[in-house]
């Protein structure tokens, strides 16, 4: 897996996403985090091989279809809001 820095990926962006096709996966690095960048053939082929829970789907489907969906029992979550007086902040 080739390896890029963030200002390197972006100004070679096209020649990153034309290795992703052909090279396979490639590794972006800002800062202390890294990134993969991949076509979507070769990430729905890495989703194949996650483990399968017991409902017969990976956990990456059960979170993505339940921040597509609201709850069914109509649940919702309800923050309080901050009771005081602010702080002055000085400019």
């Known amino acids: ?9 972006k ?3 096209s020649e990153v996403l034309d290795k992703a096709k052909t090279e396979g996966p490639q ?3 800002r800062r202390s985090e890294e990134f993969v960048l991949m076509t979507l053939e070769e990430s729905i082929k890495v989703g194949e091989r996650a483990p399968v829970l017991e409902d ?3 956990s990456g489907q059960r979170l993505w279809e339940s921040l ?3 709850p069914e029992d109509g649940i919702d979550v309800e923050f309080p809001r901050m009771t005081g007086e602010l702080r002055k902040v000085d400019f």
């Open 1 to 9: 897996m080739a390896s890029w820095g963030v200002a390197q990926a």
């Open 11 to 13: 100004a070679k962006f």
């Open 27 to 29: 590794l972006v690095r």
């Open 56 to 58: 017969g789907k990976t």
């Open 68 to 70: 597509l969906c609201p």
